[in-house]
T-cell receptor, first 116, second 113 residues
Framework: GENVEQHPSTLSVQEGDSAVIKCTYSDSASNYFPWYKQELGKRPQLIIDIRSNVGEKKDQRIAVTLNKTAKHFSLHITETQPEDSAVYFCAASIRGLTGGGNKLTFGTGTQLKVEL | DGGITQSPKYLFRKEGQNVTLSCEQNLNHDAMYWYRQDPGQGLRLIYYSQIVNDFQKGDIAEGYSVSREKKESFPLTVTSAQKNPTAFYLC????????????FGNGTRLTVT
């Protein structure tokens, strides 16, 4: 089955700096890669996702890049703010797999702390 | 708030007892999922269902059971066979099967002593 590795497990940055979180996946058939943000005590919420037919996607201060050859994808947050502090999870699944459901495999999470 | 309701928020049980966690959604989503979250281990899939009266095992189904009698409801039973049941349980739903964003509920924290 799919295996997703995520690094680093913790990340501290100064407010205004950029943060980068990296994930690798094992199944070359995976073609859907979402990122979730989970604030303390709350549910995970989708912040951005990318499909394998594109290499990069941006949404304001957040961007995701995908390298299918190397089987890794990254989350980039620019101009970080204190409210960006949370746990971020990457995930991978195979879209369009009949009967396969949305069997997302998650990374182990990155605790991001944005310091003033 | 997201259309997925999990209850209760906190649940305490004695070892050896079965316990059922509730998950209801009003998003008209076909697919529903149960994940378990433990510190440092991310989210792991327990069971998922793409359609009423059908469900499949995820990666850690042992000691759990589910039912999907209604589109809106996907309850999870943690049985006494689950060796380490204390965890944070998250229910989710999506419009279709693979490749659709998951919408999560607020979770149930189960403590078994």
């Amino acid at each position: 089955g799919e295996n997703v590795e995520q690094h680093p497990s913790t990340l501290s940055v100064q407010e205004g700096d950029s943060a980068v979180i990296k994930c690798t996946y094992s199944d070359s058939a995976s073609n859907y890669f979402p990122w979730y943000k989970q604030e303390l005590g709350k549910r995970p919420q989708l912040i951005i996702d990318i499909r394998s037919n594109v290499g990069e996607k941006k949404d304001q201060r957040i961007a995701v890049t995908l390298n299918k050859t190397a089987k890794h994808f990254s989350l980039h947050i620019t101009e970080t703010q204190p409210e960006d502090s949370a746990v971020y999870f990457c995930a991978a699944s195979i879209r369009g797999l009949t009967g396969g459901g949305n069997k997302l495999t998650f990374g182990t999470g990155t605790q991001l702390k944005v310091e003033l | 708030d997201g259309g997925i309701t999990q209850s209760p928020k906190y649940l305490f049980r004695k070892e050896g007892q079965n316990v059922t966690l509730s998950c209801e959604q009003n998003l008209n989503h076909d697919a529903m999922y149960w994940y378990r979250q433990d510190p440092g281990q991310g989210l792991r899939l327990i069971y998922y269902s793409q359609i009423v009266n059908d469900f499949q095992k995820g990666d850690i189904a042992e000691g759990y059971s589910v039912s999907r009698e209604k589109k809106e409801s996907f309850p999870l039973t943690v049985t006494s066979a689950q060796k380490n049941p204390t965890a944070f349980y998250l229910c989710a739903s999506s419009i279709e099967g693979s490749g659709s964003p998951l919408h999560f509920g607020n979770g149930t924290r189960l403590t078994v002593t």
